[in-house]
T-cell receptor
Framework: ELKVEQNPLFLSMQEGKNYTIYCNYS?????LYWYRQDPGKSLESLFVLLSNGAVKQEGRLMASLDTKARLSTLHITAAVHDLSATYFC??????????FGAGTILRVKS | EAGVTQFPSHSVIEKGQTVTLRCDPI?????LYWYRRVMGKEIKFLLHFVKESKQDESGMPNNRFLAERTGGTYSTLKVQPAELEDSGVYFC??????????????FGPGTRLLVL
């Protein structure tokens, strides 16, 4: 059974600081996703990572994938308050079913 | 382009009652998924439709849950009778093509269900 572990579960950051969220998964998979959720809103797709060594960047967020280590990271550079949200990683099992991590609640303090 | 919509946004019912949740996927998306998040735990897969057919319903917790997608457009998820442990947030998602390399599931805002 595929398991996805995300850490930390809660992250309080100062504006301007850097930090990384980690996502480990237990079996091989086709794709790994990062989603963002604001309170009461939809899950917004941030990144889709397909292959070993894949790196994608959007603004202050950068995601990477190491399929050999079964590890993905979401790196936050120079955090700003607008990045406060819950971030989920999810692994695609059998081409359709997503298995989610528990989510990381990120709070950026000014 | 309209995103995935869900109705109602919130529902409060008593144990033993019936509730029906509705999901309208993005137009043209053949794939429709239901997920739920119970009591702050992980978001869990419930089932997957391709058009009107159930492709995978391995995540459905028991026979109190019935999902339909008549005509391959919107979907409903009925819980009958509802139990306390059914409380949580029910998400719907849709996607166009599961095989595409950049294929993404687009999620709705969820229905928050509270069973008292």
């Amino acid at each position: 059974e595929l398991k996805v572990e995300q850490n930390p579960l809660f992250l309080s950051m100062q504006e301007g600081k850097n930090y990384t969220i980690y996502c480990n998964y237990s079996t091989t998979s086709d794709r790994l996703y990062w989603y963002r959720q604001d309170p009461g809103k939809s899950l917004e797709s941030l990144f889709v990572l397909l292959s070993n060594g894949a790196v994608k960047q959007e603004g202050r967020l950068m995601a990477s994938l190491d399929t050999k280590a079964r590890l993905s990271t979401l790196h936050i550079t120079a955090a700003v308050h607008d990045l406060s949200a819950t971030y989920f990683c999810a692994v695609d099992q059998y081409g359709n079913k997503l298995v989610f991590g528990a989510g990381t609640i990120l709070r950026v303090k000014s | 382009e309209a995103g995935v919509t869900q109705f109602p946004s919130h529902s409060v019912i008593e144990k033993g009652q019936t509730v029906t949740l509705r999901c309208d996927p993005i137009s043209g998306h053949d794939n429709l998924y239901w997920y739920r998040r119970v009591m702050g735990k992980e978001i869990k897969f419930l089932l997957h439709f391709v058009k009107e057919s159930k492709q995978d319903e391995s995540g459905m917790p028991n026979n109190r849950f019935l999902a339909e997608r008549t005509g391959g457009t919107y979907s409903t998820l009925k819980v009958q009778p509802a139990e306390l442990e059914d409380s949580g947030v029910y998400f719907c998602a849709s996607s166009q093509d599961t095989a595409g390399p950049q294929e993404t599931q687009y999620f709705g805002p969820g229905t928050r269900l509270l069973v008292l």
